[in-house]
């Protein structure tokens, strides 16, 4: 009974440190959050100590052979699948590959205190957190090249776009590629699909107002 007892604060533990990462994720609003975290802290957990106990009553008899590393190196791989399906292609960046690595990670905190190893499971938790809120501040020394897709639509000048591409280029900004597109039959304005490479350390907003601004240009939309 008390061995049951350990095994439930095992899972307790797990359960909670996968909360904490959990919180974190979902505050940046990320897809997987504390329900999921939660869930794959208990689960690895659990079968870390299926792993390791769940077979008692048949060690000793003759012609059985275990390896208690057999389940739990299952769940390493197989928790890559749920991770997998949180990573997506948005506005030609990749999302969610921090949270998938979260989650593959919280599943190791689990079997990590599955197995009872207490300090190993907190310290690490302590250092996602540590770190995810450390590396989510705006250093100049993280800030690296990003980026956008924009829609203008603009008069249709010859000189306009030229205009547009040097005052990007004061900024520091390069044109990745673009096209245009006639919005009426008299050609009067023009929509140009535009991928530019903006300096990590420039925000969106500031881009959009900096186009808004040029006379000629109609609108600007940051996609």
Same mark, same amino acid.
């Given at each position: 009974?008390l061995l049951?007892?350990?095994?439930?604060?095992?899972?307790? +533990?797990?359960?909670?440190?996968?909360?904490? +990462?959990?919180?974190?994720?979902?505050?940046?609003?990320?897809?997987?959050?504390?329900?999921?975290?939660?869930? &794959?802290?208990?689960?690895?957990?659990?079968m870390m100590? &299926?792993?390791?106990?769940?077979?008692?009553?048949?060690?000793?008899?003759?012609?059985?052979?275990?390896?208690?590393?057999? &389940?739990?190196?299952?769940?390493?791989? !197989?928790?890559?699948?749920?991770?997998?399906?949180?990573?997506?292609?948005?506005? /030609?960046?990749?999302?969610?590959?921090?949270? @998938?690595? !979260?989650?593959?990670?919280?599943?190791?905190?689990?079997?990590?205190?599955?197995?009872?190893?207490?300090?190993?499971? @907190? !310290?690490?938790?302590?250092?996602?957190?540590?770190?995810?809120?450390?590396?989510?501040?705006?250093?100049?020394?993280?800030?690296?090249?990003?980026?956008?897709?924009?829609?203008? /639509?603009?008069?249709?000048?010859?000189?306009?776009?030229?205009?547009?591409?040097?005052?990007?280029?004061?900024?520091? +900004?390069?044109?990745?590629?673009?096209?245009?597109?006639?919005?009426?039959?008299?050609?009067?304005? +023009?929509?140009?699909?535009?991928?530019?490479k903006v300096?990590?350390?420039?925000?969106?907003?500031?881009?959009?107002?900096?186009?808004?601004?040029?006379?000629?240009?109609?609108?600007?939309?940051?996609?």
């Amino acid at each position: 009974m008390l061995l049951q007892l350990e095994f439930l604060l095992r899972l307790i +533990i797990a359960g909670i440190c996968g909360v904490m +990462i959990g919180y974190e994720r979902k505050s940046r609003m990320k897809e997987a959050g504390v329900r999921t975290h939660f869930v &794959v802290a208990i689960g690895a957990a659990l079968m870390m100590m &299926v792993s390791k106990y769940g077979f008692d009553d048949i060690l000793g008899h003759e012609g059985v052979g275990l390896d208690p590393s057999r &389940v739990a190196s299952q769940v390493v791989s !197989g928790i890559s699948f749920l991770g997998a399906g949180m990573i997506f292609l948005q506005r /030609q960046h990749v999302k969610g590959l921090t949270t @998938a690595a !979260g989650i593959w990670t919280t599943a190791g905190i689990g079997l990590a205190f599955g197995s009872g190893m207490y300090f190993m499971g @907190a !310290g690490v938790t302590l250092i996602i957190l540590a770190g995810q809120k450390l590396l989510h501040r705006q250093f100049r020394w993280l800030a690296f090249p990003k980026s956008e897709q924009l829609i203008l /639509q603009m008069e249709n000048e010859p000189d306009l776009v030229g205009g547009i591409t040097r005052i990007l280029m004061d900024k520091n +900004i390069s044109i990745l590629n673009f096209h245009a597109e006639k919005m009426d039959k008299e050609a009067a304005y +023009i929509e140009i699909y535009m991928q530019v490479k903006v300096p990590g350390s420039y925000p969106g907003t500031e881009l959009l107002s900096l186009i808004q601004e040029i006379p000629g240009v109609k609108s600007v939309e940051l996609q």
